[in-house]
Structure formats: structure tokens, C-alpha cells
């Protein structure tokens, strides 16, 4: 029997996990997390959202951070570093549940080591002024030598929070 009105989602038994984290990324973020946080009541919950414009009605546990978009600046690297830094901190009986909506991609920006943010700045202008379709600019900017934040988001460390959270139904 679960805590709350969801017990399990699929596959996740919620009862497994010590805590869920709860991250939102992107302009529809704040209502998608907040649908999520009444669904998990009783759960222990923490969590973080990314907007670009701040979101009334936060959950309790649930931290915000603002970004820029469409075009990355420093708010979108001051997310980047507070979804890093939740990430770290969630361990191997964590379950981190991720509700992602369209902008995320800028509003948390977190540049490999020898990119400047600057240079994700000019190459994401340039894109939009020749055209690009939102497609055609995600590839390029999630490329690995773009983006460290999206090719850290599923660290080893997390792929084995991950696998053991579902391996007991595989």
C-alpha cells in the first residue's frame, strides 16, 4: 500500500526509494511538477524547477531558478549549476523523476570546460538568425562539445540509481 494517491508509476515502486526528486525543466515546468508533487503526497519530495518566468504557486521542498531564453545567459548558467548540484546530491535509492517542456534547452545551460558561455550565446543567435528549426538547433547545441549539463544529466552515478530502481522488475 502506498503513502499517497500514486503508490507506483508503472514499473517504480515509489516505496523503493528514501526520496524522490522532482525536476522540471522548461516554460511548462512549474504546473507539470506541481501536478506531480500533489500526485506523490506523503512521499519524501525535494526537487527544483527552471523557468523563465518565476512560478506562483512552488510546491513545498521544490526550489526555483529562473533562465534566460531563447537565448542562454547567465541565469541559464546559474540553472545549470543548481541542476548539476540536485543531481549530485540525490544518491542510489533516490528516484529522480525529470518532467521536461519546450525552452529547457537554454534555460539550463552548463558549457564544457573550455566553452564560454558566450560562445553557446553567439551560436544560438546565429542559429536563430539563419532560420534554424528548433530541431536543427538542438542537435547542434547538445552536441558534447556545446553542453556538459545534458551529457551529465545521466551520469554513471545516476544510470545506477536508475538500474537499481528498475531492476526489479526487469
Do not use: W
Amino acid at each position: 500500500s502506498g503513502k499517497g494517491p500514486a503508490s507506483d508509476l508503472g514499473l517504480i515502486r515509489l516505496s523503493d526509494h528514501s526520496k524522490i526528486y522532482l525536476v522540471g525543466l522548461g516554460k511548462a515546468a512549474g504546473p507539470m511538477v506541481h501536478a506531480a508533487y500533489d500526485l506523490l503526497a506523503g512521499y519524501p519530495t525535494d526537487g527544483l524547477i527552471v523557468t523563465k518566468v518565476p512560478y506562483e504557486r512552488l510546491p513545498s521542498g521544490i526550489k526555483q531558478v529562473c533562465g534566460d531564453h531563447p537565448v542562454p545567459g547567465n541565469n541559464s548558467f546559474a540553472a545549470g549549476i543548481a541542476l548539476r548540484e540536485l543531481l549530485i546530491q540525490a544518491g542510489p535509492r533516490d528516484l529522480v523523476l525529470f518532467f521536461i517542456s519546450g525552452g529547457g534547452s537554454a534555460l539550463a545551460t552548463l558549457p564544457i570546460p573550455g566553452v564560454a558561455l558566450q560562445d553557446v550565446a553567439d551560436l544560438t543567435n546565429a542559429l536563430i538568425r539563419s532560420g534554424a528549426k528548433i530541431e536543427q538547433m538542438n542537435i547542434i547545441l547538445n552536441h558534447q562539445h556545446f553542453r556538459a549539463l545534458h551529457n551529465s544529466v545521466l551520469s554513471i552515478r545516476h544510470q545506477r540509481a536508475i538500474h537499481n530502481s528498475l531492476s526489479h522488475y526487469l
